[in-house]
Nanobody, 124 residues
């Protein structure tokens, strides 16, 4: 029902910035919240940030709060993740996800649909 395609990953030096995009398509897009998750080598896939359809409700993982910004442009069906002050610990595959609000899930969202992921590598 929902398809997600991420782009914008790459190699960046520590302290640098990188911007990711997630283009969504499908039906009933307003039914879902959209967020970003990431998975580093040897680690679980963790919540990064989430945004509501309206764009007024935002949540961030503590580890990225203040450095990352999530936003969306509904006219383009696109969600963005602007990343700054990157560190090697931010190296991971970043995934866009659409899902439902959940009181118990990480970040308050239970993902239902996933993008293919985009690699972000931060050199020290």
């Amino acid at each position: 029902q929902v398809q997600l395609v991420e782009s914008g990953g790459g190699l960046v030096q520590a302290g640098g910035s990188l911007n990711l995009s997630c283009v969504a398509s499908g039906r009933a897009l307003s039914t879902y919240v959209v967020g970003w998750f990431r998975q580093a080598p040897g680690k679980e896939r963790d919540f990064v940030a989430v945004i509501s359809w309206s764009g007024y409700s935002l949540k961030y993982a503590d580890v990225v709060n203040g450095r990352f910004t999530i936003s969306r442009d509904n006219a383009k069906n696109t969600v963005y993740l602007k990343m700054s002050s990157l560190t090697p610990e931010d190296t991971a595959v970043y995934y866009c996800a659409a899902g439902f609000a959940s009181a118990t899930a990480q970040g308050g969202v239970m993902p239902r649909y996933w993008g293919q992921g985009t690699q972000v590598t931060v050199s020290s």
